[in-house]
């Protein structure tokens, strides 16, 4: 039986679609940082498991290698946020930005491919990006910088890995996620956010883990190179006043 590995599987999104894999009967294997949270996880999901940094190349490898083979799929749902005025950057922010969302997603994919290149009927590679590559926002220069590599890549790798496997990505805008709650845990703020949306409202973990769990399936079997907003409309329309 194949199995589909999920990076940053203990964040909002990473275990909102572990959840939603599991319940097809999809076999899973687990990749977080925090062990305390991930064994959870694994056990409530009868899920293998293996701990690591993104940050880290060696430990990444490691741990998506220990998925074994074949691999059907693979989501890196790892992402950060780093919101500063460009003169209040560091280099060291940059980096971290830069190393987790993007250099990890190509080891991630990189340490799976032979994994993904013995599913003999097709596997699936989900990545993440951010609405603010589409829609420039102040302060998002560091997070868009990388979220832009990340899209690069999607297409790099779409072209390069077809028709064996296909690569799309996901561009959610705010999402209600512990990776955000700092920026919704006012509920003023939270409301004012969720009027620049179209659709009124900030996103929630499924909304993005439901379009990736369709992603990783046989059902968007024609899709690939493709980056898809789930951002209540924010990257191409306009909120009404």
């Not at 491919?113 to 420039?136: E, I, M, W």
Request: charged share 20%; net charge positive; aromatic share 4%.
């Amino acid at each position: 039986m194949s199995t589909i590995v999920v990076v940053g599987a203990t964040g909002g999104i990473g275990a909102a679609l572990a959840r939603r894999l599991r319940e097809r009967g999809v076999q899973l294997h687990l990749v977080a940082r925090g062990r305390e949270r991930l064994v959870a996880l694994a056990e409530e999901l009868g899920a293998s498991f293996a701990t690591a940094d993104a940050g880290d190349p060696a430990m990444l490898k490691s741990a998506v290698e220990a998925a074994g083979s074949p691999l059907s799929g693979l989501a890196y749902a790892v992402g950060t946020i780093t919101l500063k005025p460009l003169a209040r950057l560091s280099v060291e922010d940059a980096e971290r930005d830069f190393r987790v969302n993007a250099l990890g997603a190509f080891l991630a994919v990189q340490a799976a491919l032979p994994a993904l290149r013995a599913h003999r009927t097709g596997a699936s590679v989900v990545l993440f990006s951010t609405v603010a590559v589409r829609r420039g926002f102040p302060m998002h220069a560091s997070i868009a910088m990388a979220k832009g590599a990340v899209e690069g890549l999607v297409r790099a790798l779409a072209a390069e890995l077809a028709p064996e496997i296909r690569v799309n990505a996901i561009a959610p805008s705010l999402t209600r996620t512990p990776l955000a709650e700092s920026l919704v845990r006012n509920p003023a703020t939270a409301e004012a956010i969720a009027r620049q949306h179209p659709l009124r409202r900030l996103g929630e973990a499924e909304d993005a883990a439901a379009l990736a769990a369709f992603l990783l399936g046989p059902e968007a079997s024609w899709i690939t190179g493709q980056v898809i907003a789930v951002d209540g409309g924010r990257g191409v329309i306009e909120a009404k006043p």
